[in-house]
């Protein structure tokens, strides 16, 4: 599944970090992250994991394929639709433009 988010934002590893920090503390809306740093969200489709990379200027999480399991597009849509609503609610302070591709 060939899904990206892009977040566009000053400081893109400071963004990464706040929001690893405020999972650690409280939760982010029913986020998660694994030892690799992939965010997924709990409990109903932690299959579905973002992987994020760093950008100038852009933090980005592709979808990541696991193994055998297939990536319904429908399930994909929902997640990506759930950390959007979650990044907004909580960090617009520090986001510029949120894209979909």
């Known amino acids: 599944m060939e899904l ?5 934002t000053p400081d893109p590893e400071r963004l990464l970090d ?4 405020l999972i650690d503390r409280q939760g982010v809306g029913g986020w998660d992250y694994d030892e690799d740093g992939n965010l997924f969200a709990t409990p109903a489709h932690s299959a579905i994991r973002f ?3 760093l950008e100038r ?3 980005r999480w592709t979808v990541l ?3 055998d399991l297939p990536t ?3 399930a994909v849509t929902i997640c990506l639709g ?3 609503a979650s990044l ?3 960090f617009d302070h520090r986001i510029r433009e949120i894209v979909i591709v």
């Open 72 to 74: 319904d597009r429908t």
């Open 65 to 67: 394929q696991l193994g």
């Open 51 to 53: 992987g994020s990379s």
């Open 4 to 8: 990206e988010l892009i977040v566009r």
């Open 82 to 84: 759930q950390l959007v």
């Open 57 to 59: 200027d852009e933090l």
């Open 18 to 21: 706040e929001i690893y920090d």
């Open 88 to 90: 907004l609610s909580t």
